[in-house]
Nanobody
């Protein structure tokens, strides 16, 4: 099994910055992509940002220019730096990792979620 441990998040004022991180561990053979999703109350979960094993990144239009996704050199931790935060960024942020386990079976793992609240 693959385990994801998220950290970071919290309360920040509008215009402020916050970062979240997600470390993957367990029976991992490869990681093909890592990403961050968010879900606000009453809304569907949406993709915020993703990064592939080749380093290609993708961002939701609503966060382009404000959020940055990155990974560590060991390729088992993904970070999301959030700048110029807005109240509409308030949501539970979930880490997602896809790849193959040591059994060579694909996996699609989710973190437990971390709350990000942007409020004055």
């Amino acid at each position: 099994q693959v385990q994801l441990e998220e950290s970071g998040g919290g309360l920040v004022q509008p215009g402020g910055s916050l970062s979240v991180s997600c470390a993957a561990s367990g029976s991992i053979f490869s990681i093909n992509g890592m990403g961050w999703y968010r879900q606000a109350p009453g809304k569907q979960r949406e993709l915020v940002a993703s990064i592939t094993s080749g380093g290609s990144t993708n961002y939701a239009d609503s966060v382009k220019g404000r959020f940055t996704i990155s990974r560590d050199r060991a390729w088992n931790t993904v970070y999301l730096q959030m700048n110029s935060l807005k109240p509409e960024d308030t949501a539970v942020y979930y880490c997602n990792v896809k790849g193959y386990g040591r059994s060579m079976r694909p996996y699609d793992a989710w973190g437990q979620g971390t709350q990000v609240t942007v409020s004055s």
